[in-house]
């Protein structure tokens, strides 16, 4: 393991969940912890970061062998739209898709819940981001047991069980897809009662920031206490070896960001995908085609420009470092 990979591993495994563990979010995870670091220091860490997936994410593309599933759950107001924006400001849009989860239409209904997830997973060599997820069902639906009932399930399928099941099912569903080379990455932005309300109030006292408010989020926010029962459940039931939770503290959304890329890219180095190498008989066709384009080069101009360039950028780090600099014709 590499030196970044071994700084990025210790700084995300107080955010892991262990497998198999018992997990009550109030007690086990601090929505403020920020591990020591200042936001000055934040902001070139997230610029590492950005760097880090936008070189993987490129490799991971040529590879196109392996997918990522990167799955952000969080209460209203707790960053997720901002994690995205941020995280991702520097890879290839083409090569990530993000989905959001809203109110299942009569379509996604009529299916087995899992369905509508199955449908935005990621290809290979592509990172698909859900912005909410398949624990929704889990969540909204526990705390709000009506939207089992618009589900259509048959009556023994509803029974007491029924969370049981669903943590198997998803447990099952996730093994699957890591076997067949899709990773899954879960994180859970963790976000204190007290911040919600200040960002609540935030939303609602700019103009520009009204219509990310709705009424609605303040008839949620009075299930806090259920939603925080479920959440631990979830972690406590989910968190496995081929794909465990990361619980990020989001209360300082710098925090919640640098967290974020710091996860999506040990998996990435954790996959560590490569160029593909070009057959012998490629690699000649390469070189006949060099060959072509340096001979159409116009008269006074380099060859093979990069070429050049990098030559020269080579020579004069050369120079830097106890190496003689190549003399320079004329005078003096």
């Known amino acids: 393991m590499s030196d970044t990979a071994a700084r990025i591993a210790d700084f995300i495994e107080p955010l892991r969940v262990a497998p198999g563990s018992k997990v009550r979010l109030g007690r086990d995870f601090d929505p403020r912890y920020r591990a020591g670091l200042k936001k000055r220091e934040g902001v070139e860490l997230l610029r590492t970061g950005v760097a880090l997936l936008a070189e993987y994410q490129e490799r991971l593309a040529a590879q196109d062998t392996y997918g990522v599933l990167l799955c952000l759950q969080a209460l209203d107001a707790g960053g997720k739209d901002g994690t995205i924006r941020h995280v991702m400001s520097g890879v290839n849009p083409q090569g990530v898709k993000v989905s959001s989860f809203k109110v299942p239409s009569t379509e996604e209904l009529d299916h087995d819940y899992l369905w509508r997830y199955a449908r935005r997973l990621p290809s290979r060599g ?5 912005n909410r997820s398949h624990y929704e069902e889990v969540l909204v639906v526990r705390v709000h047991p009506e939207n089992l009932v618009r589900q259509k399930l048959p009556e023994r399928a509803r029974g007491k069980d029924v969370w049981e099941r669903r943590y198997r099912e998803i447990n099952d569903w996730e ?3 890591t076997d067949n080379g899709f990773k899954v990455v879960k994180v859970f932005l963790n976000l204190s009662k007290e911040e919600q309300r200040v960002r609540f109030l935030k939303r609602i006292d700019l103009p520009e920031k009204n219509w990310k408010f709705s009424a609605a989020d303040v008839r ?8 925080q029962r479920a959440f631990s459940e979830m972690l406590s039931a989910t968190s496995t070896p081929w794909a465990p939770w990361y619980v990020v503290p989001a209360d300082r959304k710098w925090f919640a960001r640098i967290c974020t890329a710091a996860i999506l890219a040990h998996t990435l ?3 560590d995908p490569r160029y593909p190498e070009v057959s012998e008989e490629a690699r000649n066709d390469l070189l006949a085609a060099r060959q072509e384009l340096e001979e159409e080069a116009p008269s006074g101009a380099a060859a093979d420009p990069y070429a050049a360039r990098t030559a020269e950028a080579k020579d004069e780090h050369g120079a ?4 003689p600099a190549r003399k320079k014709h004329g005078r003096g």
């Open 269 to 271: 180095m954790d996959i």
């Open 220 to 227: 949620e926010r009075r299930h806090w206490d259920a939603y």
């Open 320 to 323: 830097g470092h106890g190496r």
């Open 126 to 130: 592509e990172i698909a981001i859900f």
């Open 175 to 177: 093994r699957y897809l």
